[in-house]
């Protein structure tokens, strides 16, 4: 699948702007647009990447609404790095933050993910369904970005959890909100304080993972579920704004358990710090990995 640098949606004309750390691909016949997750220098959450999303999604809206502007129905993220979807939050950065006790810059960071993966997780609030798709390795905040859509989609092998437990910390960026809704309290508790990393069979099998495909099958998989939701869009899309309504997980609820986060974050003790470099290390590893099989 081919993908570039920056949004083209013809017929409309677009700011100039290039993603550094995102991909774009319109599939005009199946009215799907795709985005890539490719963060540098290691497969995590930066700033970058952030910045990034913030201006697909306000490019992407603009190009919707423009009067002469292309028919969306469906929006995919996916990454463009073989074998990791998303490694989680820019722990080097938590670390220097926390030891400088800057309070201010770790609840924007948080803002900042919220402020993009919220809109993911209301369809930008226009006639969208998202869908994620998770081809490799997705942790702590890369988990939860997925969980912000709609539908998953997940290959068979996929390992996905949350390790912010292993540094005494806990993912605060709506992992507790989106497992809960898709699941129950007691559920997310329990996946969240294991620490543990599932693979895409069991969360499936637990019903996280909405939809399992063999490996090397994403993609087809995408619009396989494409073509069935096409057969019947406006029921289907009616029946999910409603449960949207009753499981309402709303912006304020989001930033209240990011303020708990960054209070929990300045508690952080010196053996936690030193975990979470061991985890940086691990980021790196994986970075190195997947810039070979490239």
């Known amino acids: ?105 770790l609840f924007e960071y948080g803002k900042a993910c919220i402020d993009t993966m919220y809109p993911h997780h209301i369809e930008l609030e226009r006639d969208l369904t998202t869908i994620t798709l998770i081809q490799g390795d997705a942790l702590g905040g890369g988990l939860e970005a997925a969980l912000s859509s709609s539908i998953i989609i997940a290959e068979k092998g996929t390992k996905m959890g949350f390790p912010e437990i292993m540094f005494n910390l806990f993912p605060g960026m709506g992992a507790f909100s989106f497992v809960s809704r898709k699941l129950n309290a007691k559920m997310a508790e329990k996946i969240i304080l294991s620490g543990k990393l599932y693979l895409a069979e069991e969360l499936h099998e637990m019903g996280l993972v909405d939809i399992l495909t063999e490996k090397g099958e994403g993609e087809r998989a995408v619009y396989d579920y494409i073509r069935k939701e096409n057969r019947a869009r406006n029921g289907t899309r009616a029946l999910r704004a409603a449960a949207r309504k009753v499981e309402h997980v709303s912006y304020e609820e989001l930033i209240d358990i990011v303020k708990i986060w960054v209070d929990a974050a300045l508690k ?27």
């Open 1 to 105: 699948m081919t993908t570039m640098n920056a949004l083209q949606l013809p017929p409309v004309t677009l700011p100039k702007e290039k993603y550094s750390h995102l991909s774009t691909y319109f599939d005009e016949k199946y009215e799907t647009m795709w985005y890539y997750l490719e963060p540098e220098p290691r497969p995590c959450v930066t700033k970058q990447l952030l910045e990034d999303l913030k201006l697909f999604h306000h490019d992407l809206g603009y190009a919707m609404d423009h009067p002469d502007g292309p028919s969306v129905k469906y929006l995919v993220l996916g990454s463009g790095i073989p074998g990791v979807f998303n490694l989680g939050g820019d722990l080097e950065l938590f670390q220097q933050l926390i030891e400088t006790r800057n309070r201010e810059a």
């Open 268 to 294: 952080l003790e010196r053996k936690d710090l030193r975990m979470m470099q061991r985890l940086v290390s691990r980021q790196a590893k994986n970075a190195l990995k997947a810039s070979a099989a490239v």
